[in-house]
């Protein structure tokens, strides 16, 4: 039998027990062995609720328990968190976790304790809720070089740019609705900055790459300056706006972002709209696969917990092996990316922007006193250069 911890009896972690719970047969028959819960850890009581005899306050009953193979790390955070995760993995308890912050932190770290103790740190949920995209990147795509990473990575501010475009609202209104709808915080920074996402896209490259990529050294813009008259011109594009966090390789340089873009229909990650998440993931050999599905939520993110969970039980006592070295992944400037940019510009004078950037497709403007412009595929440098001689009121990068 496969004894189960739960740290943290909030969202994710009353999802993993319920989803282990629901589906308990089917979950043993996939893991060759019957798994369970024995204890929930909680500084809170849960009078009434049907595993209340199941909660402890002290994490050492945990950790002294010889019985406790795998522990579900559902706090958040990287404090208590981090030490209950290192302490768990130093006397060999498996650990799988949702927590994309103390993965995109810590995780050489806890794989190399992990490794070092013959257990597993698992993260399905870390990116992409209850999306497969982990696994498929340790496993399926092993043979693959991967050469590209693409994806819509949070659910939140796809919810305001598919609102913003499909009812004409502005960003503020479409926030606020968002957040009386639970899709954003009462502080959603991290969402429309654009950081839930750098951290994801920092976790995927480095499984994709081999090599550690830091979420500090990730460029990384939000979408809290895109307004409705943007999305005015997309209807002339045959267009839309999609905050996405890349990561690619180009004659061996490395550059990751995570930035709104222009995505035209052809685009794979066009058509995902509301709440859902979607991950383009591109192999030398294979081409593209993409991954789609509910990027976060309750039970979507604790199924893929539970996935790990089951993963532990299968390979009790043996490491798998992950391609995510230590090592940091050296990224190339920004400077050198080559793409078309999508530029709005104060003033009327079009012969002055195809002077500068030359064969550009000029759009109708929406605006008095405004001029729209599409540019030919240039670098990030030679943009700036050239746009430093106007005002600019907006500029979206445009991808593929």
């Known amino acids: 039998m496969a004894k189960v911890a739960v740290l943290g009896y909030g969202t994710v972690g009353s999802g993993i027990v319920e989803v282990i719970k629901t589906n308990q047969e089917s979950i043993n028959k996939r893991a060759g062995i019957e798994v369970d819960v024995k204890y929930i850890l909680d500084l809170r009581d849960f009078p009434g609720d049907p595993y209340e005899e199941l909660v402890v306050h002290d994490v050492d009953v945990i950790m002294n328990d010889p019985e406790v193979d795998i522990v579900c790390e559902a706090m958040g955070g990287t404090g208590a968190a981090y030490a209950f995760t290192k302490t768990a993995l130093s006397k060999g308890k498996s650990v799988c976790t949702s927590n994309k912050a103390l993965v995109a932190e810590y995780g050489t770290e806890l794989l190399e304790l992990a490794k070092a103790n013959n257990c597993n740190y698992l993260f399905e949920a870390s990116c992409g809720g ?16 991967v050469v590209a990473i693409k994806g819509i990575l949070n659910g939140t501010t796809n919810y305001i740019l598919t609102k913003m ?59 809290t300056r895109i307004s409705i008259d943007d ?8 267009a839309t706006i999609k905050l996405l ?7 061996g340089k490395y550059f990751a972002m995570v930035a709104p873009f222009v995505l035209t229909r052809e685009n794979p990650l066009y058509n995902v709209e ?61 400077d050198d990316a080559e793409r078309k940019f999508f530029v709005r510009v104060a003033g009327e004078d079009a012969e002055k922007i195809k002077a500068a950037f030359g064969e550009v497709k000029m759009l ?15 670098t990030e440098k030679v943009y700036r250069e050239k746009a430093s001689d106007f005002q600019v009121i907006s500029m979206i990068r445009v991808e593929g």
């Not at 496993?139 to 070089?145: D, N, Q």
């Open 165 to 223: 475009e499909q009812e004409g609202a502005d960003f503020d209104a479409v926030l606020k609705d968002a957040q009386a709808l639970g899709y954003a915080e009462a502080n959603p920074e991290a969402d429309i900055e654009g950081h839930d996402a750098c951290r994801k896209i920092a976790i995927l490259s480095s499984l994709g790459f081999g090599k550690t990529v830091y979420y500090k050294d990730v460029y990384t813009e939000g979408i």
């Open 364 to 378: 109708e403007p929406v605006k008095d006193g405004e001029l729209a412009f599409v540019t030919p595929v240039m």
């Open 274 to 334: 509301d709440v859902m998440n979607a991950i383009l993931v591109t192999g030398n050999t294979l081409g593209d696969t993409m991954y789609y599905g509910a990027g976060a939520g309750k039970l979507p993110t604790a199924s893929a917990v539970v996935s790990d969970v089951i993963d532990c039980a299968m390979h009790a006592g043996i490491h798998l092996a992950c391609n995510w070295e230590p090592e940091k992944l050296p990224l190339s400037s920004l």
């Open 231 to 238: 999305f005015a011109y997309m209807k002339q594009l045959k």
């Open 130 to 145: 209850g999306i497969p995209i982990i696994r498929p990147l340790r496993t399926s795509l092993s043979p693959e070089k």
């Open 245 to 251: 966090g890349m990561s690619k390789e180009v004659d």
